[in-house]
């Protein structure tokens, strides 16, 4: 049973349906931890609900992010993990910490990239007139939101849409499509190598893999 911490800053519904499926059985590894950088982030409870171990580690404590990304590796590594899951984990990480969890580190991100890297895509989708947007999910390298897709989820947009419709739609997606990630990779069926995607032996193309 492969070993999964989660990182998280707010509500945490991507990781409520991670830990559902680990309490059911569907995931192929466990949750074993939820490290939030925010006392009030609600995905605490969430965990807590679950009986998932918890730990909060502000970096407002830290006077740079180095030496606060420094003791989040401690922490988490503390843990054993065989995967490190980003949901809504909202901070830029350091170089050296992406190369500690290289290949075993993931994120989704809400858009169809590489459109809309960092902050406000679904605001940015409606304002440039796409009629399609949507979520990705990539492994973690250095480039802020620029390693390589694993799974994309497609959804319209409409005319009239506002942000907050266009983004509940691609919630959606996202709570389809992440857990279904981590269990491949947990299955040992999805890797990194030579800065690409790997499922079941086959290279995925730069866009994303259409689906299983």
Not at 159 to 176: I, K, L, M, S, Y
């Amino acid at each position: 049973m492969k070993r999964i911490v989660v990182l998280i800053s707010g509500n945490g519904s991507n990781l409520q349906t991670l830990l559902d499926q680990s309490a059911a059985g569907q995931l192929g590894g466990e949750v074993v931890a939820v490290v939030s950088n925010k006392a009030e982030a609600y995905g605490l409870e969430r965990a807590r609900i679950a009986g998932t171990t918890t730990a909060v580690l502000s970096n407002k404590d830290y006077g740079d992010r180095d030496s606060f990304d420094a003791a989040l590796m401690q922490l988490i590594d503390s843990h054993e993990p065989d995967l490190v899951v980003l949901a809504g984990f909202m901070r830029i990480l350091t170089p050296g910490f992406v190369r500690h969890y290289q290949g075993r580190m993931l994120n989704i991100h809400p858009s169809l990239l590489p459109r809309y890297q960092g902050l406000h895509t679904h605001q940015r989708a409606i304002e440039a007139g796409d009629t399609e947007h949507g979520c990705s999910v990539h492994f973690v390298t250095e480039e802020l939101d620029g390693g390589p897709v694993v799974l994309q989820a497609r959804v319209p947009i409409f005319a009239g849409d506002d942000e907050a419709t266009v983004a509940g739609r691609v919630q959606v997606q996202e709570h389809a499509i992440y857990p279904l990630v981590v269990r491949w990779f947990c299955e040992g069926r999805l890797t990194m190598q030579q800065e690409q995607a790997w499922l079941d032996g086959v290279p995925l193309p730069a866009q994303g893999h259409a689906g299983e």
